[in-house]
């Protein structure tokens, strides 16, 4: 016992404590960051989810009672689903109410899909003005007519009703009628050389890029510019989708559009001052800028008369996007359309052999498409069954009382839909089917309810050109079904729709051209 005890009285503490133990084990940086640091950590922290509370209940404030997600995804919304839109998801959208509403990356949206609150929007210049797409003004340009309200864009307007006479539509049309000829031969030449199908989409869009350059420029742009501005302009067309990253970066869709546009304008700047000049010597008119220049001169106009070449380039530009868009768009659905169904393209061929009475190497006139009036009720019939477009979005510049129970808040997107309208039962019996004859009774519900027709919209900001786009699907159709036949390939896609702006068969439309047998 004695040693034991000699040993316990002589033993030795160790060096460190259990306190000192702890003093070895790592400690993440953040927990052992001064007392200054840590209250940054929990301040950014408590910050960013109070942005993120405020976000949701901004939402939620805006949205009141329409229909829609209660909640958004936090700050992009949604962003994701508008990356691949379809239109079974516009559907049911539409569907979920007269009035609904989303967000995408902090846009409020608030989208329309009753006749009723479509034409309110489309009718509402003291509240909404266009705004197209989100990014539409970063790529047209803020100052681009389209985009001008009030006073000013009622005299705009007027003058550039003039560019669409029927004395100026009789320029247009021998130079629609000669590029859709040269298109005809170039398809059945390469038909004749690979008798495969093949997507017409890119094709058909060819060809009204390069009718619209020479209908709107004539020669004042020559064979080189022509061939960059529609190499660049599928840029811009994919970048006017309804929602798009929204800041132009470089490597963005949004950033690549402005660049084509930049090209774009120089060239139609140009063609601008060489029309200007050649009107000067006394030419006579050839192209839609040539119009534009003469009519000015004229006694009786009462416009302005000092736009400058880049106003006028704008102006141009702003009708390439329609007409290459929404005119490619109704020509590629009217070609499947005739294709699907024979006994229609039989009874246009019948029109047309009656009207051209065998001389189908004539020049198409206005005078002969009058006379062809199924063929209008067809295209007319076509576009309301597919309508390139299927909404125009606006921006409200003020609380906008759209319904006696709800307001749209300021700043807030606005979007009225058409294809509801179009596709109304109670207008239009069996809305999916292809009927033109339902145009040719004036006493029919389809004629006696204008209003529901919106395939060129409504009210002040309506499609100033919706005469030449009608007349060019026609001319173009016309010349197709008196001169070719054509077979549809179809695959599990030709059905669904591909949303690029406008609206196109997702299986780029598959065609079998071959010349017509004239003594069949």
Not at 243 to 263: D, E, H, M, S, W
Request: hydrophobic share 40%; charged share 20%; glycine share 4%.
């Amino acid at each position: 016992m004695a040693s034991f005890r000699e040993r316990s009285s002589s033993a030795v503490l160790p060096s460190f404590t259990a306190t000192d133990a702890f003093e070895h084990i790592p400690v993440p940086s953040f927990l052992s960051a001064p007392a200054g640091s840590a209250q940054w950590l929990y301040t950014t922290i408590a910050i960013v989810l109070a942005l993120l509370a405020l976000e949701q209940s901004v939402y939620r404030y805006k949205k009141r009672h329409l229909p829609g997600d209660k909640w958004t995804i936090p700050i992009i919304g949604k962003f994701a689903d508008s990356m691949k839109p379809t239109m079974e998801g516009y559907m049911k959208q539409w569907n979920s109410g007269a009035l609904s509403a989303l967000s995408v990356f902090n846009i409020f949206i608030v989208m329309a899909s009753s006749n009723e609150y479509s034409r309110k929007i489309l009718n509402s210049p003291n509240h909404a003005e266009p705004c197209l797409v989100h990014s539409a003004k970063q790529i047209l340009r803020p100052d681009n007519w389209v985009f001008l309200t009030g006073k000013v864009h009622v005299e705009y307007r007027r003058v550039l009703n003039s560019l669409f006479t029927r004395k100026a539509l009789g320029i247009y049309v021998g130079i629609q009628d000669q590029i859709t000829r040269k298109y005809i031969k170039k398809w059945l030449a390469e038909a004749a050389a690979d008798p495969s199908a093949k997507p017409i989409m890119m094709t058909c869009r060819d060809l009204n890029m390069e009718t619209s350059l020479r209908v709107f420029c004539g020669s004042h742009i020559d064979d080189d510019a022509a061939r960059e501005i529609g190499e660049k302009y599928w840029a811009i067309t994919v970048a006017l989708e309804l929602v798009n990253f929204p800041l132009a970066l470089p490597g963005t869709k949004v950033y690549k559009a402005i660049q084509c546009r930049k090209v774009a304008l120089k060239h139609l700047e140009n063609a601008a001052a060489k029309s200007k000049i050649a009107m000067a010597a006394g030419k006579e008119p050839e192209c839609m800028l040539d119009h534009w220049v003469r009519s000015m001169e004229e006694p009786t106009y009462k416009g302005r008369k000092d736009f400058s070449d880049l106003e006028m380039a704008m102006v141009v530009f702003s009708f390439l996007f329609a007409s290459q868009d929404a005119m490619s768009s109704g020509l590629i659905y009217g070609i499947q359309h005739l294709a699907d169904h024979p006994h229609l393209f039989a009874k246009i061929r019948e029109e047309q052999d009656r009207v051209r009475a065998g001389d189908y190497e004539r020049q198409i006139t206005l005078e002969q498409l009058d006379e062809m009036p199924y063929l209008r009720a067809f295209v007319r019939e076509s576009l309301r069954v597919k309508p390139p477009v299927t909404m125009v979005p606006y921006k409200t510049t003020k609380a906008f009382p759209i319904a006696d129970d709800y307001t749209v808040p300021a700043g807030s997107m606005v979007i009225p839909s058409f294809y509801n309208s179009l596709h109304d039962p109670e207008v239009f019996p069996n809305p999916e089917e292809l009927v033109p004859e339902r145009w040719l009774d004036p006493n029919g519900s389809a004629n006696q309810n204008p209003k529901n027709y919106l395939v060129f919209g409504s009210g002040p900001h309506k499609c100033i050109g919706l005469e030449y786009a009608m007349m060019n699907i026609a001319l173009v159709l016309a010349d197709a079904v008196a001169l070719m036949d054509w077979e549809h390939i179809r695959t599990e896609k030709s059905d669904k729709v591909q949303i690029i702006a406008t609206l196109f068969p997702q299986d780029g439309c598959l065609m079998k051209f071959r010349p017509r047998n004239f003594s069949a």
